[in-house]
């Protein structure tokens, strides 16, 4: 028996419009995607604004500033490795910790303010 070539229901494919019929075709507007987004950048930025955030980002960078000086000076008198790969490792390390510090010192604060709020 031989098979016929007939395209089963769910298989057809649809047909590409010439160039010339695209053309003659009004191109809809897209929406933007940040119209729903408002309030998400308004909270973001508000947080930014904080002063805690500005505090922990100057803590944080004063402690990265700190840990690439001190790699500078231990690799000039001899004492630690050379590469900026290590020194930034270091600069990393030693403002995650802290900033880490200075979050665990602040909300040791806030839980001592709270408790005597309570009391």
């Known amino acids: ?29 897209k929406k933007s995607r940040r119209t729903g987004n408002g309030a998400g950048f308004d909270s973001l930025s508000k947080l930014l604004e904080h002063p805690l955030v500005a505090e922990l980002i100057s803590v ?3 402690a990265a500033v700190a840990a690439i000086a001190d790699h500078n000076v231990k690799t000039r008198t001899g004492e630690g490795k050379k590469g900026s790969r290590k020194a930034l490792k270091a600069a ?5 910790s802290a900033i880490g510090k200075r979050l665990i010192s602040e909300v040791d604060e806030i839980k001592k303010a709270s408790k005597k709020a309570a009391r």
């Not at 990393?92 to 995650?96: K, L, Q, R, T, V």
């Open 92 to 96: 990393g390390s030693a403002a995650a």
């Open 60 to 62: 944080g960078a004063i």
């Open 1 to 29: 028996m031989a098979k016929t070539d007939k395209p089963k229901a769910g298989s057809r494919k649809k047909k590409k419009a010439s160039p010339a019929s695209r053309a003659l075709v009004p191109v809809k507007a």
